[in-house]
């Protein structure tokens, strides 16, 4: 989890694809996800991921309205694409999908 959370105006500033995942390093359900997570960023290496330890009075979190672990957020120049709480590996799959199926993808 990264040591210091971005604020969402510099989310909203990332160039490119971005994966954005909230979680806990305790949530069985984030850690379940964690290997498919790394499959995922292998297949896509245009990706940036930032994974954010989320928890109450988290200001990023909460303007993402995340309210369920592990939650992840597809972003294309600070565009949200899809989001998704605690998706099946499909799922997280066929979001990821759409970062290579963007028009703006380069």
């Known amino acids: ?26 949530c069985p359900y984030c850690q379940m ?12 290496p245009e990706v940036r991921h930032i994974r954010i330890e989320d928890g109450p009075r988290r200001p990023l ?6 309210k369920l672990w592990p939650n992840f957020v597809v972003l294309r120049d600070g565009q ?3 989001q ?11 979001a990821m999908g759409l970062i290579a199926d963007s028009p703006l993808a380069g």
Do not use: I, K, Y
């Open 61 to 66: 979190g909460r303007s993402f309205r995340v």
């Open 33 to 44: 996800m964690r290997p498919t997570v790394a499959v995922l960023l292998r297949e896509h």
């Open 84 to 94: 998704l709480a605690r998706p099946s590996a499909q799922e997280l799959e066929d």
């Open 1 to 26: 989890m990264t040591s210091r959370e971005p604020s969402r105006a510099e989310v909203d500033q990332l160039p490119g694809p971005v994966l954005l995942e909230f979680g806990a390093g305790w």
């Open 80 to 82: 949200v694409l899809r």
